[in-house]
Each structure stands twice: as C-alpha cells, then as structure tokens.
C-alpha cells in the first residue's frame, strides 16, 4: 500500500515542492548573506573616510563616554525631579499658592499672617530702582542672563566666598530660590538641589523674567513672621514699600538670604553691617555710584522698635501648611483670604523655645548636640506649640514636621500594646529577656546588660531590647493554632506586622516603616508629629487624634467655612480603651515613676511615656504625656552624626518636664486615661519634679479658662453682631444681641470673679 503510495503522482508532487522549497530557502539565505557582507564592505569603507588616530583618537574616545554619562545623568536627573514636576501638573499651580492667612492662637489675638494679599501687593513698576537693583546686586546679577540655573553666577560666588572667607554671595539664582519657595521644603539635599534646579527652568519658560523677579519679591520669608517685600516694610519701617529709601532699601535686600540672622529688630548691628554689604554690592555691580551710597551708608536705617515682638514662626509653618492641605481639598470654596484661630498657646511657646534653647546652650557642646525639636498638644491632638529647632532664621527646616528619625525604645510602647492586645500579656507575665537571634540578627540590651525571666512591666522600665525582640516573636505566634507554632522567623516577621498595623491605627503614618527585624527596637525612621499624634491615642483612650492646628476659620466675609469639630476627620476608636487604659496604668507609667524615665516626672501630676536613644546616641527622645497634654522631645544633630553618650532619660526628659511643669500651671488637672490613683507626692522616689534641673522654671502669666475664654469669644462675635449686623440671620436683631451679651458679661463675672 505505501509503495503504491510513493509511486503515485501527488506524492511526487509533494516531494518535488518540498526540494524546491529547500532551494529556494538556501539561495535566500546565501544571497542575504552575501548582501549583508556587501554591505558591511561598503559601510567599512564609508567609516574609513572618518579614521582617526594618535591625540584625535583619544579626543574622540574622551567625548564619546562623555556624551555617554551625560545622557545616563540627565536620565537620573530626571528621574530624580519626577516628584517635583508632578506638583506642577494642575493648571492653578500659582494659584494655590495665593492664599492670604491671619492666625490667632488661642484666645483671638492676632500672632502672624503667611501667604499673599492681593489687594494690596505694589506692582513691581512701582517699587524703587535701588531695591530692585540692590536684591539683583546681591543675590542674582546674571538674572536677565541665565535660563534658570547660572553656572558663571555660581562659580563667580564660590570665588568671591572664598576670597571674603564667608557667605558674601549665594550660588542660587532667584528663580531656584523662588522654586524652592513655591514647590519644596528647606530640607537639605542632594535632591532637593536636584528638583530645585529643574523647577527653575520649568519656571523660566512658563513666566517672563519680571514676573519671576515679582513672584520672589512677593513669596520671599523676610523674617519675624513676613512673607514678602511689601510685608517686610511695613514691619520693619512702618511703610510702604514704593517710599522705601536707599538705606531701608539695602537693609531689605539684606534679608533674603538669613531673615532671621539679619532681622533689624533683633539684632540691628548686623543688620546695618549687612546693609553696608548690600551698598557695597550695588557699586560693584555699577548700578550705583560710590558717591551715590555715600549718605545711605552715613546715615543706615532705623527701624520700628519691635524689641518686644516675637513671632512664632515654627508654629505658623505647621498651622499654614494644614490650611494649604485644606484649601487644596477645597474647604473654603474661591475665597483665599482667610482668618485662622489655632490651639497656639503663645506663652507655652515661647517657653518651649527658651527651654530647648538653655539646654542646648548649657550641655549642647558637652554632649555634642547641636539641635533639638519639640511639639506640645493636648490629647484631642490640638497642638499648642512647635519648636522645629534651635534658629529659625538660620534653618527654617522644620524638625518636628518633615526630620524623620529612628525613634529607638520610644517605639516600644507600639510592641507592648501589640503584646496586652493578644490577651496573653500583662503588666506581671514573665518575660524572657536572655539573649537571642531572630536570622543572623542578635540584639543587644544598652550596656550590655542581660536578663533572664522577669515581670513585662520591670521589662519596659529598664527598656530590655532582648525583650521587645523577643516580645515581637510572641505576638507573631498568638495568630496561630497553639498545635502549630511556626519558627521564629516567620513569628517575629508575622508578628512585626501587627506591631505596624498597631502603630499605623494610632496615628504614624507618615513614613514607610519597613519590615526589619530591629523595627521593634525603633529602628525605623518615624516623624516627631506621627509620635505626637499617636501618645494623643494613648493620652484619650484609644481615640485616633492626628495633630492639627486650626480651630476655626472665616473667610473675608467672616462666615466661618471650617470648624474642625463640625468639619474635621471624626475621632475614631482605634484601640480598645481598656487596653489603653491597662497599657497606661500598669507599664507605661512605671517608666517614669521607676524606669528610664525619671526626670520627666512632674510632681502631683501622673507622667506616662517613653525614653528613646539609638545606635551610637545618634537620637535621643522623650514621648510622653499626662491628663492634660502630650508631648515630643528630640535632641541630636543634623547630619545625624553621634553625641556624646546623650540617652532619652537625659536632656530629652529633663526638657519635656521643665516644658510641661510650665504648662501645668494654673489650669485644672486631669487624671491620666486609665490612672485614678493618687499621683506621686513631692519628694517620693517617682516625683523628682526639678531636683536634677537647672533651669528655674518661669511662673505662666495667669490665663482665662475654657469657659470664660468662650464666653470672651462669645461677646466679640456678639459685638461686631450688634454693631455691623453681620450674620443676622444666626444672631437675630441687635437688641437680642445685646441682651445675650449682657447674659455673657454675666457668665465672664462669674467664672473669674471680677465685677
């Protein structure tokens, strides 16, 4: 049958087509390959038109590479500036940023304004040629020149620093500074550098060059709270900005690069001595004559006496960044003119400065710490003072908002509330606290110290990292069946991921906390504010209080259009109270009564918290709280370099309690969430209230309470009510007005005891 087959025609015609394909297919792939050879041939012999050899060669080769990395770093570069670029992705990118606020702290009075006024900026044809002439003079000559970035600029400052042996010109152009201003923070990076210079560009072809030089005269910190040139003369000179002279006009231009430094009302020597720098500056670059300076250098500017005034700058920052975040989500509708009541508390504040400030003086050079950081709130999470460090016209990078930091053991509290959560632990349960290895990681406990069983509060007291590494394999192993406890590695791992889900529901949300196996040591960046926001949970019962500034906000018709206790995120149970108020009563006050924590502990007030230092005592903290507030201190350095032996029980704890013994003064206490027992008495061995300080705490001026400063808030809007009929609608005719102001008088009479 197959021979049949293979002798029949359409066999043949099968086998005829199959050879013909194979020729076909090796010709093709012959001819190809002789094309390709020809063409290679001719190729070779076109590149041979372009040999080089010797010194050309090298040159070649050298430009080769270069024109190589340089795409590979504009590549990165790119990459880098990503973040930056996308803030600019709205249309209203300037626009957002055209919000004009007044603060109030606590009791209405007015304590600083951020933003921009439009109706009444000057227009830049309007100001004076010296001042124009004097801010490019000194910080940016080639502006009319340069594309955004300026490398002759910046090479002709290092020179001319160099040479004077200081800071005499900055290497930014205006527009990087005004990139800065609108999109970044003053974080110092490499990155920041990065996206600063591609935003510069970015700015140089959407904006004319004069619109950029009026942005920056506009968007510009000028100190004591300013923002902006016209702003700046009207607290420095009581003026004006177009009736500036050249004197007050050079004192001006002084002032962008170090407000703070420079401020004439603070230090009014260095602020001439600048100004004569400025002068000598618009010589150099020929906008004036010698002749011409000569009588504003004779005769420098006075400014207003405001020797008295201070502003409260770190926390103005936090508040004005909350009521961008809001406008952003469109809380005040088209209006951008606004009024702001905060939690600020100002003589709190100022009291905060001067404590981190005499610290740092006192043991700063001792201990090799140069900054510090600080935030007070109450446990609804109302912060009512910000200390973001030492100087805020030399840095106004904000420690308390944007540093992260390891926290170390200030992070445990996170770990043992994770444990009594399980249901398996408790203040007494014995813990191991003997050495062990989760992988190839063995934590050591501080100094070397070791410890065998001993009770979870004793644990917490003397801050064992055996325990809280161990701690973490338990949690791990109370998900699973007790017949199927996994090894250590996936229990600790398990078990690390519930103590980031206990951390992430109280409030630290802010940075990634990676899963490591030292993360239950605090070896995980965290932010003073989350640390803040999350001790309110422990301070309220469980509540979720992230830390906020803004009570209240009017528009320019002063209607109010936030309320935070109508408006804001609803507090939510996120812990059981009665894990909380177990965690507070049995473990977290013995810290400060018996552990680490001892200096922070306030006499007749109830202390609760936690002592933090990292490797090498790179950071050293104290989170802690009463019934009244809660509160975060930090001491360290910025380029995260070691101190000398500083630990949290130290300065961090000493500082928080001469903070809050100033706090506490004059108000009425509150037990501590969870703790009705009596407080300890002056001179028991928990209450060390200032033995160990050196500092002399000041007595707080005598404040108003909640209901009489509610009653006062009250008779203001009931006044401007009667008087202008504003909101009648709510308040009724003025005569009704003014018999619910005499009912309030009435109620203020009562509650302070005047007549």
Known sequence: MFEQWTQSALWKRIVRSFWGFDAWLNSSIYDSGESA???????????????VGGFRKALVELACEGLTLGLG?????????????QQTSDEDWLKKQD????????????VGRRGIKHDD????????????????????????DHYGID????????????????????????????????FLSNERSIERKIKEAFLAMWLEARLPKREILKLYFDRAYMGAGTYGVQAASEFYFGKNVRDVTLAEAAMLAGLFKAPTKYAPHINLPAARARANDVLSNLVDAGYLTEGQVYAARRNPATPIDRRRDSSPDWYLDFAYREILDLAEQNKFGNDRVLTVRTGLDVNLQRWAETTIEDALRQYGKEKHASQAAAMIADPAGLVHAVVGGRDYGRSQFNRALDAARQPGSSFKPFVYLSAVLTGKFHANTMVNG???????????????????????????????NTVAAWLSIQIGRAQFP??????????????????????????VVHTPLEDTPSLPLGADDVKMVDMVSANAAFANGGKWAPAYAAVEIRNSRDEIVYRRDRDGPAYKQVIPADKIAEVNNTLLKYVVIAGTGKRAALDGVVVAGKTGTTNESRNAW???????????????????????????????????????????????????????????AKGSPGANAAASSDITVAQRPATLSKKTGEALQGIGELIGAASNGKRAETLGPPVNSYARIDTDVRTLTRHTGLD
């Not at 050879?37 to 040999?51: G, I, L, P, Q």
């Not at 919000?99 to 007015?110: K, P, Q, S």
């Open 121 to 144: 900026a000057v227009p830049l044809e309007q100001y004076p040629d010296y001042l124009i002439e004097a801010l490019l003079a000194t910080e940016d000559r080639r502006f009319f």
């Open 99 to 110: 919000i004009a606020v007044t603060f109030l702290d606590r009791y209405g009075a007015e």
């Open 434 to 464: 003997s050495p062990l290895c989760i992988g190839n990681w063995c934590p050591h406990n501080f100094g070397g110290a070791g410890a065998g069983l001993l009770p979870m509060v004793v644990a917490l007291e003397k801050s064992l």
């Open 73 to 85: 770093g504009m590549c990165l570069l790119l990459a880098l500036a990503q973040g930056a670029f």
């Open 151 to 182: 490398p002759v600029g910046t090479l002709r400052a290092l020179t001319v620093n160099a040479r004077s042996s200081g800071v005499v010109q900055g290497g930014s152009t205006l527009t990087q500074q005004l990139a800065k201003n609108l």
């Open 482 to 507: 007790a017949n199927k406890y996994p090894g250590d590695w996936i229990a600790a791992k398990a078990g690390r991921a519930t103590i980031v889900q206990t951390a992430r529901a109280m409030g």
């Open 622 to 680: 104290f989170n802690g709280f009463t019934g009244n507030y809660v509160g975060s201190v930090w001491f360290g350095n910025d380029d995260n370099s070691p101190t000398n032996g500083l630990q949290g029980g130290q300065l961090p704890a000493q500082a928080w309690h001469d903070i809050m013994v100033y706090a506490h003064q004059g108000i009425e206490l509150k037990n501590l969430y969870g703790v009705d027992d009596t407080p300890p």
């Open 37 to 51: 050879r020809r063409a290679y041939e001719d190729f070779s012999t076109f590149m041979d038109r372009f040999h």
